[in-house]
């Protein structure tokens, strides 16, 4: 991947709750009690974002991880962006 990612932002009004987001990317992403997809950030913090990869809860996590759960989604619901801020998915 040429690009790396740098930000994620789940679009609530998209989210369908789903779920694909979660079993590709379960330290990073959990349904809330509204069924939609948050991100799990340090401290305890869960939102749709905007996220910076390195303050997600699992900031070990690779970028392939992160973009199988974006493409994962049924709706497209997760938005990814590069280090320039450029939307690299979808």
Known sequence: MANKIKKIVVDRNLCIGAAACVVAAESVFELNGENKAVIKQ???VKNS?????????????????IMMA????????ILLYDENGKQIYP
């Open 49 to 65: 974002g905007p996220a910076e990869k390195n303050n997600l809860e699992d900031a070990a996590i690779d970028d392939e991880t």
């Open 70 to 77: 974006a493409q994962s989604c049924p709706v497209k619901a």
């Open 42 to 44: 340090k401290k305890g």
